[in-house]
């Protein structure tokens, strides 16, 4: 194991999550009214509100099939299904709910780049941010096909043991990824770089999530009342 390997996959997981705490810690403390996504609705909806949900439909559904399977002790899901099972049925949902968060995500950057009100009011940071995610969400894909090639669930039980070996500070988790392939090492260096890089960014929204929707009382609205006429009588 060389020295790139044990700091890419040993120490950078660490750094990049000491810097995602700390940050936006950090930026909520003393930019409190920066904590936003820098919404573009008024100025165009056009692709907005089908880009918006697929991408965030698509996303939300990958993250959580990562944290799933990824923190899942393999005695604990054998007791339902297999590794070859689990990978399978990984396979299927990422394949699915990647190919809806990538239509979004097109969509969302095309109108980022191409719609001149957009372009006009963005930052260079916004449109880097949706590229580093295509980049991911791209390599994520290819993984899927990559997998298919050893459905017996060894690599997907590699990646696992990684991601729990870091979550609970033990050493050794580099050399469980650096066997495989490049496209996995790849996806979890730029996984880890898009926490490094969220709280200086839109991304920090993320710990925005608008759980309180859920209880909210309704909106009142009323119809407005016809205008009388001049001269109209009582």
């Not at 100025?43 to 439909?57: C, T």
Request: glycine share 8%; charged share 10%; aromatic share 14%.
């Amino acid at each position: 194991m060389n020295y790139l390997d044990q700091f890419a996959f040993q120490l950078y997981p660490y750094i990049a999550m000491a810097v995602f705490f700390i940050g936006s810690w950090a930026r909520f403390d003393r930019a409190m009214y920066t904590w936003r996504t820098g919404s573009s609705q008024l100025l165009s909806s056009r692709g907005m509100r089908l880009g918006s949900n697929l991408f965030h439909v698509g996303i939300l559904v990958v993250l959580g099939g990562h944290l799933v399977g990824l923190l899942t002790p393999h005695s604990v899901y054998t007791i339902f299904i297999t590794a070859p099972q689990k990978q399978l049925l990984a396979m299927l949902v990422g394949g699915v709910f990647g190919v809806i968060c990538l239509a979004g995500l097109l969509i969302l950057l095309a109108r980022r780049l191409f719609n001149p009100r957009v372009r006009a009011t963005g930052t260079v940071g916004d449109s880097v941010i949706l590229v580093l995610l295509l980049l991911q969400l791209l390599l994520g894909l290819y993984t899927i096909v990559l997998s298919s090639h050893h459905m017996d669930g060894s690599v997907m039980i590699a990646l696992a043991e990684w991601a729990q070996h870091i979550v609970t500070f033990r050493w050794g988790a580099a050399s469980f990824v650096i066997g495989v392939d490049w496209v996995y090492k790849a996806h979890i260096f730029l996984g880890m770089t898009l926490f490094l890089v969220a709280p200086f960014t839109r991304l920090v929204h993320v710990w925005s999530i608008p759980v309180s929707y859920l209880w909210r009382p309704y909106q009142v609205v009323r119809r407005r009342q016809a205008t009388l006429r001049y001269g109209a009588r009582d």
